[in-house]
């Protein structure tokens, strides 16, 4: 086994520390990858302050692992030492259901195993991408194209393929107006997929302060929802709208934005049951959908894309003794547009 330096929650009150966690010996199709960058996710904080649901403490948070290969098991044929690789939300799935055949790992039926929070093949929980180095199957590690840098990448592994998925399945491209909400980590990665996809891109933030940004990134229009006017403006005008707001929103206002046969996608998880009146759907046939991140082949789909486009996501990278003061950040949406935590500093 090998010790390595981490940062962990010890319960869903205290600021994250300094510790040390173990990890499993290489298995003949393990790969054991120096982490360089790990990603915040808003999930991260959900989790370690248990706002899901109980969290099993201590807990090693972080699914935006990007890294370099330093070791590989004796059966592996996929990576190399030295390969550039990540690691997104998911390190296991049972990998036979029929779900897991199609290359929708993230809907495992017999449940997909998180990269933190969940029970390894060791059979000890598993701890995520807060800490120095990690051990993961070949199979549920991703390779980072050599067009974008390890430590813009690291956000894609969640961000990038939570916005990704979606945008693909409903068809995003030419000829296709999307509308996202919330322009925070997910929301800026949704503008910039959108628009390499060729839709033409509105975003729908609470204010126009972020306004330049999200131009800059690829919207071609942005509105502020605190204006009433918005909502009657842009009524029926949307084929696909995607919710990346983590906040209660009233969707019967959104629905009302989707044009026929328009689908409202959401990717963000607020904590209590949102309400839809069924006459925002019935009068245009419109849907009100959810997505949870990517499969496997998606997101080494979604890597490839952004390489290709020369997209990464917009990130702050910090020192991890900043680690509490940048929770407090996202919270309060001070952060353009990702925190990703120097893994030297653990
Ligand atoms: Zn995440
Ligand atoms: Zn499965």
Known sequence: MLTVNAYAATSATEPLAPTTI??????????????RFSGICHSDIHTARSEWGPTPYPIVVGHEIAGVVREVGSAVTKFAVGDRVGVGCLVDSCRECDNCRKGLEQYCLKGSTGTYGGVGRDGEPTQGGYSQAIVVAEAFVL???????LDAAAPLLCA??????PLRHWNAGPGRRV????????GHMAVKLAHAMGAEVTVLSQSLKKREDGLRLGADNYYATSDEETFRELAGSFDLIINTVSATLDMDAYLRLLAVDGTLVNVGAPEKPLSVHAFSLIPARRSFAGSNIGGIAETQEMLDFCAEHGLGAEIEVIPAEKINEAYERVLASDVRYRFVIDASTF
């Open 22 to 35: 173990e990890r499993r010996d290489l298995g003949p199709d393990d790969v054991l990858i120096d982490i």
């Open 143 to 149: 390779r980072i194209p050599d067009g974008i840098e």
């Open 160 to 165: 990038g393929i939570t916005t990704y998925s």
């Open 179 to 186: 509308a996202v909400i919330g322009m925070g980590g997910l």
